[in-house]
């Protein structure tokens, strides 16, 4: 039997032909808000997220609260959710079913009348046998088991949590990173091209790590490769306040190509596992401890203390009650930097019968 022409067609694949339009095409085309999931495009359909953070973090429950947030038409923290509730499903490696029972437990007392909507539309891979924990993509079972998987569920957006249990391979390595990058997007959206992924990643550790969360370095903050930070159209990268306790958590936008970058925030993790804004936390006093710049910080928050003086002499209570109040520096911390102004050395601050004035 003659198999020569089988061979040629084996050897040489048809490739898919790459997309191209005009600018006349492009123009025509109408679009709509409705394909926003979070943010201002920080997540949306057919788009591709980061979630960054060390190990130990909490990005697995916070990324559980996203999705119920999204589901119920809740705002994730400083983050508006937008749309109908979307179907998630999470693929996840790190938790077993008693820990992702105590935070169900949480979730579905946070979630109160809603529960039923977020039960409906949240979906999580669990590890109950060998295979559930072998989904390496060098692993062609494996990828056929996620291929079904995702198929039967038929989710909105996909979560791979953590990058790093998907691949036997090195992710130092940029070629590993993009192709792994490539395959789980693939893999994601094969039968629905709108669905939107999101990935979960370690990032750098310590306090050098934690200062590149931010500014001209955050390219740098997840482990591995920038591979990542240029695939992904968003990124969220999460560092902990104070070193050695992950009660409290700093968001800083990593990237958002279609959309603005929200402002860094704070939130604190409440007794009933539940992450909430802190409006109060001093970005610029933690930016300067880190070492990082800030446009805020450093002389301007003088300058904005002393400005409270220039516009009307006062007693020093008076004097820390305001700062405090125009948000400059918390009470404890208005009292300290007060002090330290009003110091003979500093020469910026007159005292006169107990009454503050600005030199």
């Not at 992702?100 to 979906?123: H, M, S, T, Y």
């Not at 990643?201 to 240029?230: E, I, Q, Y």
């Not at 159209?233 to 958002?256: Q, S, Y």
């Not at 539940?274 to 990082?292: L, N, T």
Request: hydrophobic share 40%; net charge negative.
């Amino acid at each position: 039997m003659n198999l020569e022409h089988l061979e040629t067609e084996l050897a040489e694949p048809t490739l898919e032909k790459l997309t191209y339009r005009t600018p006349a095409e492009i123009l025509a085309m109408q679009f709509d808000d409705g394909d926003r999931i979070l943010g201002e495009r920080i997540l949306s359909e057919g788009e591709t997220l980061s979630v960054l953070g060390v190990g130990g973090l909490g990005k697995s429950r916070i990324t559980l609260q996203m999705a119920a947030a999204q589901i119920m038409g809740r705002p994730f923290l400083n983050l508006q959710t937008h749309g109908k509730p979307r179907k998630w499903l999470i693929i996840q490696t790190e938790n077993s079913n008693r820990r992702l029972q105590d935070d169900f437990i949480r979730l579905q007392q946070w979630c109160g009348k809603d529960w039923p909507l977020v039960e409906a539309n949240l979906v999580i891979h669990t590890i109950e046998k060998e295979e559930d924990s072998l989904l390496q993509i060098e692993d062609l079972e494996a990828i056929a088991r996620l291929e079904k998987l995702i198929a039967e569920v038929s989710p909105d957006v996909v979560v791979w949590d953590p990058l790093k249990d998907t691949t036997w391979d090195d992710l130092n390595t940029d070629k590993v990173m993009a192709n792994l990058l490539r395959t789980l997007c693939r893999l994601s959206r094969k039968l629905n091209p709108k669905r939107a992924v999101v990935i979960v990643h370690h990032a750098l550790t310590g306090k050098s790590g934690a200062a590149k969360a931010s500014g001209m370095d955050r390219a740098s903050f997840g482990r591995n490769s920038k591979v990542l930070h240029s695939f992904c159209r968003a990124a969220i990268n999460i560092v902990p306040a104070e070193e050695d306790d992950n009660g409290k958590l700093i968001f800083f936008c990593g990237k958002n190509n279609n959309g603005p970058e929200f402002k860094p925030f704070a939130a604190d993790l409440g007794e009933d596992f539940i992450y909430r804004v802190d409006a109060r936390f001093d970005m610029d006093e933690w930016k300067e401890e880190m070492g990082i710049a800030s446009k805020t910080g450093g002389q301007s928050k003088d300058s904005a203390a002393l400005q409270i003086l220039r516009d009307q002499p006062m007693d020093l209570a008076s004097w820390v009650k305001a700062i405090d109040a125009k948000g400059v520096w918390s009470r404890s911390k208005a009292y300290e930097n007060a002090e330290r102004l009003a110091k003979p050395k500093a020469n910026l601050v007159a005292i006169h019968k107990g009454i503050y004035h600005a030199k």
